[in-house]
């Protein structure tokens, strides 16, 4: 590694070097998927339930989030350990930060080791369960609705917030096998191929994609006799394929040259790229409101005398919960534009702010797994939406066309 790069660490990137930044974002999904679970069921939502996940079979046994605090407090003790440790050993030295890399490097293979190994006394089921619904949706599968559909989903649309997070995870492995770095120097997300991470982070989106098509088929299948043409999963499609473009101008321009972009200018491709983002965040903050949580905000039946402004009939939650979603959501999915707020371009050019933006993408998911999971419970209780009425023009454009 060239002297240079010990001047390119800054005071975050000492204080919780690259790999702990990816280990810190992945720790925190499990203490959060815990916290959905106590507090749906709070409000009476079971979730294991919804997701075909085998109740418990005596009272005895510890509810299902104490399981999840559980695996997350085994992947937190080492990791606590591991950043002590390292903190002693390098005294926040640059040189002693990029030597040690094998040091926060170790964790994240004892983190992997601890979700792989079946080891009885470390949330055993709850893991097996965790991997198998993995291995089938990272292929795109999809379950039947009796065996466990709304899980893949959900898991699914987990990974596409955790899709920068992933590339940076093969980046760290990347930079520790490199001749040249450390896993702990400045990320360098180009590492081994230009085109790796940004593959990495569509994987996630083509997963989804792919389910909406297998849900596609499933509805033209069943539904031919009724007549309905599946539309909305056209659109569902349509939505996570929004994704792509993005992922592709943003890797364009990581490596932009002017001899191999001949007619386009670098200032073309971020202008195209810009205009790419807002449709994505536009059509999924949309998408959000209107379809994941059924509410009325975006629709023309949003004013009712049966339920308060935006929002819908059957509620679990405080009405100000469901508007401040909506707020948050609508904010973090154009967290991106903080490039053209003055006192924010930091955000998106500092490790920090990097960081700062993986994290809230995380948090976003979390608060939207509140509201996803409760509207599949009203569904089941009292049926679909009848407000779906944007939604059901736009399916019916879609069939048309």
Same mark, same amino acid.
């Given at each position: 590694?060239?002297?240079?790069?010990?001047?390119?660490?800054? %005071?975050?990137?000492?204080?919780?070097?690259?790999?702990?930044?990816?280990?810190?974002?992945?720790?925190?999904?499990?203490?959060?998927?815990?916290?959905?679970?106590?507090?749906?069921?709070?409000?009476?939502?079971?979730?294991?339930?919804?997701?075909?996940?085998?109740?418990r079979q005596s009272a005895t046994q510890r509810p299902h989030y104490a399981s999840a605090y559980h695996l997350a407090t085994l992947l937190t003790i080492p990791f606590a350990i591991s950043l002590v440790i390292?903190?002693?050993?390098?005294?926040?030295?640059?040189?002693?930060?990029?030597?040690?890399?094998?040091?926060?490097?170790?964790?994240?293979?004892?983190?992997?080791?601890?979700?792989?190994?079946?080891?009885?006394?470390?949330?055993?089921?709850?893991?097996?369960?965790?991997?198998?619904?993995?291995?089938?949706?990272?292929?795109?599968?999809?379950?039947?609705?009796?065996?466990?559909?709304?899980?893949?989903?959900?898991?699914?649309?987990?990974?596409?917030?955790?899709?920068?997070?992933? %590339?940076?995870?093969?980046?760290?492995?990347?930079?520790?096998?490199?001749?040249?770095?450390?896993?702990?120097?400045?990320?360098?997300?180009?590492?081994?191929?230009?085109?790796?991470?940004?593959?990495?982070?569509?994987?996630?989106?083509?997963?989804?994609?792919?389910?909406?098509?297998?849900?596609?088929?499933?509805?033209?299948?069943?539904?031919?006799?009724?007549?309905?043409?599946?539309?909305?999963?056209?659109?569902?499609?349509?939505?996570?394929?929004?994704?792509?473009?993005?992922?592709?101008?943003?890797?364009?321009?990581?490596?932009?040259?002017?001899?191999?972009?001949?007619?386009?200018?670098?200032?073309?491709?971020?202008?195209?790229?810009?205009?790419?983002?807002?449709?994505?965040?536009?059509?999924?903050?949309?998408?959000?409101?209107?379809?994941?949580?059924?509410?009325?905000?975006?629709?023309?039946?949003?004013?009712?005398?049966?339920?308060?402004?935006?929002?819908?009939?059957?509620?679990?939650?405080?009405?100000?919960?469901?508007?401040?979603?909506?707020?948050?959501?609508?904010?973090?999915?154009?967290?991106?534009?903080?490039?053209?707020?003055?006192?924010?371009?930091?955000?998106?050019?500092?490790?920090?702010?990097?960081?700062?933006?993986?994290?809230?993408?995380?948090?976003?998911?979390?608060?939207?797994?509140?509201?996803?999971?409760?509207?599949?419970?009203?569904?089941?209780?009292?049926?679909?939406?009848?407000?779906?009425?944007?939604?059901?023009?736009?399916? %019916?454009?879609?069939?048309?066309?």
């Amino acid at each position: 590694m060239g002297p240079d790069q010990h001047a390119q660490l800054d %005071g975050f990137s000492l204080l919780l070097p690259f790999p702990y930044r990816v280990a810190v974002i992945l720790i925190a999904g499990f203490w959060a998927w815990g916290f959905n679970l106590q507090y749906l069921l709070k409000k009476n939502i079971d979730v294991p339930a919804l997701i075909r996940y085998p109740p418990r079979q005596s009272a005895t046994q510890r509810p299902h989030y104490a399981s999840a605090y559980h695996l997350a407090t085994l992947l937190t003790i080492p990791f606590a350990i591991s950043l002590v440790i390292f903190w002693i050993a390098s005294h926040g030295s640059a040189r002693r930060v990029e030597s040690l890399d094998f040091i926060p490097q170790s964790y994240l293979v004892i983190f992997l080791v601890l979700l792989i190994l079946p080891f009885n006394r470390l949330s055993r089921s709850g893991r097996a369960r965790f991997l198998v619904t993995l291995r089938r949706i990272c292929i795109g599968g999809l379950a039947e609705p009796q065996d466990g559909k709304f899980g893949d989903i959900l898991l699914a649309d987990v990974l596409t917030s955790y899709a920068k997070v992933l %590339g940076d995870l093969v980046a760290t492995f990347c930079m520790f096998f490199a001749a040249d770095t450390s896993s702990t120097s400045k990320p360098n997300r180009k590492c081994g191929n230009d085109y790796v991470v940004p593959l990495i982070i569509a994987t996630p989106s083509l997963i989804r994609l792919r389910q909406c098509l297998i849900e596609y088929i499933r509805v033209r299948r069943a539904g031919l006799k009724q007549g309905s043409k599946g539309g909305q999963h056209l659109a569902n499609a349509l939505k996570y394929a929004s994704a792509f473009p993005v992922i592709i101008l943003a890797a364009l321009l990581r490596n932009y040259n002017p001899l191999e972009f001949y007619g386009y200018s670098e200032m073309s491709l971020s202008r195209l790229l810009y205009l790419c983002s807002f449709i994505n965040s536009i059509y999924s903050f949309y998408w959000d409101v209107t379809k994941d949580w059924d509410l009325t905000l975006l629709s023309s039946a949003r004013s009712s005398a049966h339920y308060p402004f935006g929002l819908r009939r059957h509620r679990h939650f405080e009405d100000r919960q469901y508007y401040l979603a909506i707020s948050i959501d609508l904010l973090l999915r154009f967290s991106w534009a903080s490039r053209f707020v003055p006192g924010l371009v930091w955000l998106t050019e500092t490790e920090f702010g990097i960081f700062l933006l993986m994290a809230s993408e995380v948090a976003r998911r979390w608060m939207w797994i509140f509201l996803r999971v409760e509207t599949e419970s009203v569904r089941n209780s009292h049926g679909s939406a009848p407000d779906d009425i944007l939604l059901g023009d736009f399916s %019916g454009k879609l069939d048309a066309d």
